[in-house]
């Protein structure tokens, strides 16, 4: 069974695996240049808003983004 990943742990393997950096992807999707990188690190927790945008865009779902399901 695979290990439950984390909503930090997910979100920067989506920014990396496109290439992304921290400041490009919090531009892309409206935020300050520095949530990204709180995020990542788990030291805050986005909005439900944020969390709708940054799953929508990586295509994919917000329980995905959250660690809840694995596709």
């Keep these: 069974m ?5 909503f930090p742990q997910r979100l920067q393997d989506l920014r990396e695996k496109q290439s992304l950096s921290r400041r490009t992807l919090a531009e892309l999707c409206g935020l300050s240049k520095n949530m990204i990188s709180l995020y990542e690190r788990g030291e805050k927790a986005p909005s439900v808003e944020v969390l709708v945008n940054l799953a929508d865009f990586f295509g994919v779902s917000t329980d995905y983004l959250l660690g809840r399901k694995n596709f």
């Design 2 to 6: 695979e290990q439950n990943i984390s």
